[in-house]
């Protein structure tokens, strides 16, 4: 079983593989939509990242997980098999979810049981066995592609003194270097209701249309490329390259929209419960009675995440041009440095009960000295 969540051409042949390396039928389903409604739109409305990284891969196991759990069932499969590494997150993810569907339900993970201990064994085995590969040791990265990001690590990214070698042909596969990005900038217009996209450019379209077009517009302008050294699960630390082009432009538009739409408490609140929400995702609790809770938070507050945001693209830069809302909370009329209705002489009384316990502390500690 493989899940379409936005790979492209990686599905191309793959029947052809499965059934040669010995499987008896292939499922391949189309989990796009799901994918986004379901899992990146939330995400991205609560605002949560893990160390800066827009948990592409992070968010896409669950929903993989799900449709495989639902396909075990409908095969009456005794035991779930999964193809991810002892070293890595996604073990925990797929399994974490396997285990929300089908608490009972045994799972086998070949990486660690076999003797084959590197990529590099591995390259040699497909090719002992005759199992088409579409790499080679050269570009042997070890990638994770969807409609959302795409991640880089391994070669030389293992080495966090080597640079990206972002200029190089075939490196990134959704952005330009914002070296090689266009001289001129490019803008784009976004509509939000209840902090969902639901247009871009004036256009009305699917979420998943509108991140796919900003994949597109943001990768030729450089944007959403990341190279960072983060803290895996499963206690190492490790080094990737991202590219999520739209994601990143989706991100920044709906915070700017915020600014003018949540109250000073609710979004600091949510900031902080954003983080949270974040190590939830990357460390595959997304089926969890927490994670649950957090979104029905999310959700309130979206209630008037209504409005247009303007971005301004330029060589891996994003920049405010422009932001309405009709909910909008910010009042030029008060905050404006010319005549207004607010009585500054109010600010007296304000700072003098503001103030009033540190005025006491130091009488206090005036005492005491």
Known sequence: MSGNVGQADELDGLEEKAIKTGASKLYVLDLTDEYVDDYIIPTMQAGAVYEEYLLGTSHARPCIAKGLVEIAQKEGADAIAHGCTGKGNDQVRFELAVKHFAPDMPIIAPWREWDIKSREEEIAYAEAHNVPLKINRETNYSKDKNLWHLSHEGLDLEDPGNEPQYEKKGFLEMSVSPIDAPDAPTYVTLDFEQGKPVALDGEKMSAKDIILKLNA???????????????????????????????????????????????KMTMHEKQKLAVTFGELVYNGQWFTPLREALSAFVTKTQEHVTGTVRLKLYKGNMINAGVWSPYSLYSEEIATFGESDYNQADAAGFIQLYGLPISVQAKVDGKSM
């Open 217 to 263: 517009i943001g990768g030729a302008n450089g944007i959403g490329i990341l190279d960072i050294v983060e803290n895996r699960l499963v206690g190492m630390k490790c080094r990737g390259v991202y590219e999520t082009p739209g994601g990143t432009i989706l991100y920044k538009a709906h915070s700017v929209l915020e600014t003018l739409c949540l109250d």
